[in-house]
C-alpha cells in the first residue's frame, strides 16, 4: 500500500539512515524528536561551544565513538575522573542493552531492502544540523518474510536449480548448426502439485505452531475468576459457574464453581480431567443416564437428570480424576455444599 509517511532523517554515526516513519509535520521519529531538540536561538548555535558531545549510544558505532573520546580525554588527563567513571558505566549499560549479535545476524540474512541503508548524501539543516534527504517511509519493505514466504521463495529456488541442471536440448533438425539452447524453466503438474501440498502443510501446521507458545494463568487471576464464578453459581437456577480458562482447538480448559447438584454429563467426543481444588463432592461415573438429552448446536453433548446403576467416589481438594470420553458421570453435592474444580478437556 502507497503511503505519504517520510522516514526519519536521523543519520546514525555508522552512516546508516533510521529507518522509523516521521511524526506528522517533523523531519523525525518520535525518538530522535525527543532526542534532537534544536537550541532555543538557532544563530547562537556556534556560540555554544559544550565541552565536548557525545552522540547518542543506541548503536553499537556510536558507543565506540563514545568511549574512544573519554578514553582520549582520560589519556589526556582533560576530564574528571569520577566524571569519567559515570560516562563508562552509563557506555556499558548502553552496550547490554544493544540488540545480541544472534538477533543482528538474523537482520543481516534478510533482503537488502529490508535493510538500513547507508546514507549518500547529507543535507545541512540550520536548525537540526547533518540530516538524511527525504525519502518516503514504506511499512511493507520494514516487514520481515513469513514462513509461508520463506518457504515458497526456498522451493521455487530449488525447482529452478533442478530445472537449470536439465541437460540441454537441441532445438530444429539434424542440419541446422544453431547453438544449442536450453529450454525455459517451467513449473509442470508435479511441480506445481508439490508446491500446492507445501503450502497446504504448511497452512495446516500454522495453528498448531501458533499453540505452542507459553501461556500462564496466575493464581490471583484464578482467583479473581472464581469470585465471579461462585456470584454466577449463586444466582443460576442450575447452580453453576462454568467459564473457559484456555481453548486450543482440541484441548481446553475450563473453571467451574457448584452450590448445588446439577446435570450428569456425557461427552462423546472429549475426555476429561478433573482436579479437585475446593470442596468435597460424589462423583457418580458410568451406569445408565435417566432423562437424557442433547444439548443445542453442541453435537456429541448430552445431559440428564441422573445416573442409575454408576459407580460412586469421594473426592476431595487435590484429587485428579480421569474420565474417558462417552462415559457418564454425575457430581454431587451435599446440601449447602459448594465446590471449585478445573476441568481439562481432550479431543
Not at 74 to 93: E, F, H, K, V
Not at 94 to 116: E, G, Y
Request: a neutral charge; one cysteine or more; aromatic letters at 4%.
Amino acid at each position: 500500500m502507497h503511503t505519504n509517511t517520510q522516514q526519519c532523517r536521523h543519520i546514525h554515526p555508522n552512516g546508516l539512515r533510521c529507518q522509523s516513519p516521521c511524526l506528522r509535520h517533523e523531519p523525525f521519529c518520535y525518538y530522535h524528536h525527543t532526542t534532537r531538540r534544536p537550541i532555543q536561538n538557532p544563530k547562537q548555535r556556534r556560540s555554544r561551544q559544550p565541552t565536548f558531545d557525545l552522540p547518542l549510544p543506541d548503536t553499537s558505532t556510536s558507543i565506540q565513538l563514545s568511549l574512544g573520546e573519554v578514553l582520549r580525554r582520560i589519556a589526556s588527563n582533560s576530564i574528571d575522573p569520577r566524571r569519567a567513571g559515570l560516562l563508562l558505566y552509563g557506555l556499558q549499560i548502553a552496550s547490554l542493552n544493544l540488540p545480541k549479535p544472534a538477533a543482528t545476524a538474523k537482520k543481516r540474512d534478510q533482503p537488502s531492502d529490508h535493510q538500513p541503508q547507508p546514507v549518500e548524501e547529507i543535507v545541512e539543516d540550520p536548525t537540526h544540523g547533518p540530516l538524511a534527504p527525504e525519502a518516503e517511509y514504506n511499512p511493507e519493505a520494514q516487514r520481515p518474510k513469513s514462513t509461508v514466504q520463506l518457504l515458497l521463495e526456498s522451493f521455487d529456488k530449488k525447482e529452478r536449480e533442478a530445472e537449470e541442471n536439465q541437460p540441454i536440448a537441441l532445438q530444429g533438425n539434424h542440419d541446422d548448426k544453431s547453438a544449442p539452447q536450453r529450454s525455459t524453466p517451467h513449473y509442470n503438474q508435479s511441480t506445481m502439485r508439490k508446491r500446492n501440498l507445501l503450502l497446504t502443510a504448511v497452512l495446516a501446521a500454522t495453528p498448531a505452531l501458533a499453540q505452542q507458545a507459553t501461556v500462564i494463568h496466575t493464581a490471583a487471576e484464578l482467583a479473581q475468576l472464581e469470585a465471579k464464578l461462585t456470584a454466577a453459581a449463586k444466582a443460576s437456577p442450575t447452580g453453576a459457574g462454568i467459564a473457559p480458562i484456555d481453548d486450543f482447538h482440541t484441548y481446553n480448559s475450563i473453571l467451574a464453581v457448584r452450590v448445588k447438584t446439577g446435570e450428569a454429563e456425557l461427552h462423546k467426543d472429549w475426555a476429561d480431567q478433573i482436579i479437585i481444588e475446593k470442596g468435597t463432592v460424589t462423583l457418580v461415573t458410568g451406569g445408565t443416564l435417566t432423562g437424557e438429552h442433547p444439548v443445542p448446536n453442541q453435537p456429541g453433548e448430552i445431559r440428564a437428570a441422573g445416573i442409575q446403576g454408576g459407580t460412586e467416589v469421594t473426592l476431595h481438594p487435590g484429587d485428579v480424576v480421569h474420565i474417558p470420553a462417552g462415559l457418564p458421570h454425575w457430581v454431587k453435592l451435599a446440601p449447602g455444599a459448594q465446590t471449585t474444580y478445573i476441568v481439562f478437556k481432550e479431543k
